[in-house]
C-alpha cells in the first residue's frame, strides 16, 4: 500500500511538472507575440463606418442566402427530376415512341405546376414549355431512336427539341466552354487536386444558356452554375441590395461570406457579371479566401 | 490632444506627457493590464510603469502609433508581473485558459536540437500572422494579444461565437505546424 501510494505521488508530481513545463513553453509564445508588427495591431481596433468590422452578413441577409440556395436547389431538382424521367423513359423502350416524349412533357409540366404552387419563381422557358409540351410530344416521329439523350433530341422536330430544352444533358468541358455567353465565364483557376465530376449543360437550340458544373476533392466540393436567365436570381439581386458584380469582388466581400464548419470554409455567392450573366458559387471545402477569389477572378 | 502632441512633450522631456498619457490611453493601457492579471491595483502600476518606461525610451524612440507601442509596453509589464505572480500562486483568469490553449501550439520535439531564441521566435509569429487571413489574424490577436475572451471577440467583429472558436482552434493548429515545420523547439 505504502509502495503505490509512493508511485502515485510521482506521477502526480511528475503531471504537475510537465503541465509547468507546458505553460512555460506556451508563454514563450505568449511573449513572442509582443513583437507583432503594429500595422497588424492596428488592424484590429481598426472600425468601418457602422462602428465596427463585421465578418458576416446581417441575419436577413443570411436568411435571403438560404432562401436563394432553396430556390436554386428546387429549380434544379426540377430539371434534374425530368432528365431522370427522360432516361428511365427511354430504357424501357429503346424503340423511341411518342409516348416517351408525351410522359417527359407531361413530368415537365407537372414539375413546372408544382413548383408554381409551391411559391418558386420557375424560368420562364420552362413554364412555355410546359403549356405546349403535349402538342410537341405528338410532333414526334415515331422512328426515332437514340443511344443518348442530345441526340434524341436533335433528331425529333422542332417543338420536340423546345420541350427538353430546359433537362441538362452531360456535355465536355469544352463544349460547355464553347457554350454562348455563359462558357466564357466558367472558372479557368481551381486550387490543385480538384476533378471535374459532372458538366451539364442545355441543349443546344433552348432560348437561354445554362451550365452546372462540380468539381470534387475526396469530399470538398466546388459548384458553380452560370445561366443568362434565371429570373430568379433577379429577384434575389434585389434582395441583397448589391451592385458588387463577381468581376469587381475584393477579399474582403470574400472572407465576409465564409463560415467555417468542421475545418471547412462554406460559401456561397449569387452576382451577375456586367455583360448580364448570372453565377451561383458554392464551396464547401478546406479552402482559404485568397484561393475563392482566385476562382471568381478567373470567371 | 493628438498623439503627435504626445510625442513631441515625451520628446521634450515635458512631464505632462504622463498626465496626457494617462488621459489618452490610460484606459487602454489598464484593460490590456487587466485581461492578464485580473487585479485591479496591479493593473494600475503596470499602467504607471508603462508612463516610465515610455519616458525612458522617448527619445531616441519615436513610434507611428503611439497606443499600440504603449500597449505593447503594458503588455509586456504585465506578463512579467503575471509570472512573478504565478510562482506563488496559480489563479484562474484568462491567462491562464489563454496559456492553456496555447499549449496547442508547442511543437513536437524530434531531437536535441537546441530551444529557439526569443527573437527567432518572435520573427517566426510575427511570419506567421502575416500569412493569416485578415479575419483570422484579427481573431488571434484579440485572443493571444489582447487576451479577449470568446463573446468580446465575437461581438467585436459580428461573428458566431462557434466561428470564433473554430477560427482559433484552425489557427492554433496552424501554428504548430508551421513552428514543426520550421523545426522550432520551445
Given at each position: 500500500?505504502?509502495?503505490?501510494?509512493?508511485?502515485?505521488?510521482?506521477?502526480?508530481?511528475?503531471?504537475?511538472?510537465?503541465?509547468?513545463?507546458?505553460?512555460?513553453?506556451?508563454?514563450?509564445?505568449m511573449?513572442?507575440f509582443s513583437?507583432?508588427?503594429?500595422?497588424?495591431l492596428?488592424?484590429t481596433?481598426?472600425?468601418?463606418?457602422?462602428?465596427?468590422?463585421?465578418?458576416?452578413?446581417?441575419?436577413?441577409?443570411?436568411?435571403?442566402?438560404?432562401?436563394?440556395?432553396?430556390?436554386?436547389?428546387?429549380?434544379?431538382?426540377?430539371?434534374?427530376?425530368?432528365?431522370?424521367?427522360?432516361?428511365?423513359?427511354?430504357?424501357?423502350?429503346?424503340?423511341?415512341?411518342?409516348?416517351?416524349?408525351?410522359?417527359?412533357?407531361?413530368?415537365?409540366?407537372?414539375?413546372?405546376?408544382?413548383?408554381?404552387?409551391?411559391?418558386?419563381?420557375?424560368?420562364?422557358?420552362?413554364?412555355?414549355?410546359?403549356?405546349?409540351?403535349?402538342?410537341?410530344?405528338?410532333?414526334?416521329?415515331?422512328?426515332?431512336?437514340?443511344?443518348?439523350?442530345?441526340?434524341?433530341?436533335?433528331?425529333?422536330?422542332?417543338?420536340?427539341?423546345?420541350?427538353?430544352?430546359?433537362?441538362?444533358?452531360?456535355?465536355?468541358?469544352?463544349?460547355?466552354?464553347?457554350?454562348?455567353?455563359?462558357?466564357?465565364?466558367?472558372?479557368?483557376?481551381?486550387?490543385?487536386?480538384?476533378?471535374?465530376?459532372?458538366?451539364?449543360?442545355?441543349?443546344?437550340?433552348?432560348?437561354?444558356?445554362?451550365?452546372?458544373?462540380?468539381?470534387?476533392?475526396?469530399?470538398?466540393?466546388?459548384?458553380?452554375?452560370?445561366?443568362?436567365?434565371?429570373?430568379?436570381?433577379?429577384?434575389?439581386?434585389?434582395?441583397?441590395?448589391?451592385?458588387?458584380?463577381?468581376?469587381?469582388?475584393?477579399?474582403?466581400?470574400?472572407?465576409?461570406?465564409?463560415?467555417?464548419?468542421?475545418?471547412?470554409?462554406?460559401?456561397?455567392?449569387?452576382?451577375?457579371?456586367?455583360?448580364?450573366?448570372?453565377?451561383?458559387?458554392?464551396?464547401?471545402?478546406?479552402?482559404?479566401?485568397?484561393?475563392?477569389?482566385?476562382?471568381?477572378?478567373?470567371? | 490632444?493628438?498623439?503627435?502632441?504626445?510625442?513631441?512633450?515625451?520628446?521634450?522631456?515635458?512631464?505632462?506627457?504622463?498626465?496626457?498619457?494617462?488621459?489618452?490611453?490610460?484606459g487602454y493601457c489598464h484593460s490590456i493590464a487587466f485581461s492578464i492579471l485580473r487585479d485591479r491595483?496591479d493593473s494600475d502600476?503596470c499602467v504607471?510603469?508603462t508612463?516610465?518606461?515610455?519616458?525612458?525610451?522617448?527619445?531616441?524612440?519615436?513610434?507611428?502609433?503611439?497606443?499600440?507601442?504603449?500597449g505593447t509596453?503594458t503588455r509586456n509589464l504585465s506578463i512579467?508581473r503575471w509570472?512573478?505572480k504565478?510562482?506563488?500562486?496559480?489563479g484562474n483568469g484568462e491567462m491562464e485558459v489563454a496559456l492553456?490553449e496555447l499549449?496547442?501550439?508547442?511543437?513536437?520535439?524530434?531531437?536535441?536540437?537546441?530551444?529557439?531564441?526569443?527573437?527567432?521566435?518572435?520573427?517566426?509569429?510575427?511570419?506567421?500572422?502575416?500569412?493569416?487571413?485578415?479575419?483570422?489574424?484579427?481573431?488571434?490577436l484579440r485572443r493571444y494579444y489582447y487576451l479577449e475572451e470568446y463573446s468580446v471577440i465575437?461581438?467585436r467583429?459580428?461573428?458566431?461565437?462557434?466561428?470564433?472558436?473554430?477560427?482559433?482552434?484552425?489557427?492554433?493548429?496552424?501554428?504548430?505546424?508551421?513552428?514543426?515545420?520550421?523545426?522550432?523547439?520551445?
Open positions: 500500500v505504502n509502495t503505490k501510494t509512493y508511485n502515485e505521488k510521482n506521477y502526480n508530481t511528475d503531471i504537475n511538472k510537465n503541465n509547468d513545463s507546458d505553460t512555460d513553453k506556451a508563454l514563450r509564445i511573449e513572442a513583437a507583432v508588427d503594429e500595422e497588424l492596428y488592424r481596433e481598426q472600425k468601418n463606418k457602422h462602428g465596427k468590422i463585421t465578418y458576416i452578413n446581417s441575419r436577413l441577409t443570411k436568411a435571403t442566402r438560404y432562401l436563394a440556395a432553396c430556390a436554386v436547389l428546387a429549380v434544379i431538382g426540377i430539371g434534374s427530376f425530368a432528365v431522370f424521367n427522360l432516361n428511365t423513359s427511354k430504357s424501357s423502350d429503346s424503340s423511341g415512341s411518342t409516348d416517351n416524349i408525351a410522359q417527359i412533357a407531361a413530368a415537365v409540366t407537372e414539375n413546372a405546376e408544382t413548383a408554381s404552387d409551391a411559391g418558386v419563381q420557375s424560368p420562364q422557358p420552362m413554364m412555355q414549355e410546359s403549356e405546349n409540351g403535349e402538342s410537341a410530344a405528338t410532333k414526334v416521329d415515331a422512328a426515332t431512336t437514340g443511344d443518348a439523350v442530345t441526340t434524341e433530341a436533335a433528331a425529333t422536330t422542332e417543338d420536340a427539341a423546345a420541350s427538353l430544352q430546359d433537362s441538362r444533358v452531360e456535355v465536355s468541358l469544352d463544349a460547355a466552354k464553347s457554350t454562348e455567353r455563359t462558357g466564357a465565364h466558367i472558372p479557368d483557376e481551381l486550387p490543385e487536386g480538384y476533378t471535374l465530376i459532372s458538366c451539364r449543360s442545355i441543349p443546344e437550340g433552348s432560348s437561354y444558356n445554362d451550365i452546372y458544373l462540380k468539381w470534387s476533392n475526396a469530399s470538398d466540393t466546388i459548384t458553380v452554375e452560370i445561366s443568362d436567365y434565371y429570373m430568379v436570381y433577379d429577384d434575389l439581386d434585389l434582395i441583397y441590395g448589391s451592385s458588387v458584380s463577381i468581376g469587381n469582388i475584393s477579399i474582403e466581400d470574400v472572407e465576409s461570406r465564409c463560415t467555417y464548419n468542421n475545418g471547412k470554409t462554406d460559401f456561397t455567392i449569387d452576382r451577375k457579371f456586367d455583360d448580364g450573366v448570372y453565377a451561383t458559387v458554392t464551396i464547401n471545402a478546406d479552402i482559404t479566401p485568397e484561393e475563392i477569389l482566385a476562382i471568381l477572378k478567373s470567371m | 490632444v493628438k498623439d503627435t502632441e504626445i510625442l513631441d512633450l515625451y520628446w521634450n522631456r515635458d512631464e505632462r506627457a504622463i498626465s496626457e498619457s494617462d488621459k489618452s490611453f490610460g491595483e502600476e504607471n510603469d508612463w516610465l518606461r515610455a519616458w525612458n525610451v522617448m527619445p531616441p524612440k519615436r513610434p507611428d502609433r503611439l497606443a499600440i507601442f504603449l509596453i512579467d509570472k512573478m504565478k510562482a506563488a500562486k496559480r492553456d499549449v496547442e501550439c508547442i511543437p513536437a520535439m524530434h531531437g536535441t536540437e537546441e530551444a529557439v531564441e526569443a527573437h527567432e521566435l518572435e520573427h517566426m509569429i510575427n511570419e506567421f500572422m502575416h500569412r493569416l487571413s485578415e479575419r483570422d489574424c484579427n481573431v488571434f465575437s461581438e467583429y459580428g461573428l458566431n461565437i462557434n466561428t470564433v472558436k473554430t477560427s482559433l482552434h484552425r489557427t492554433r493548429d496552424k501554428l504548430r505546424e508551421y513552428l514543426e515545420k520550421e523545426g522550432v523547439v520551445l
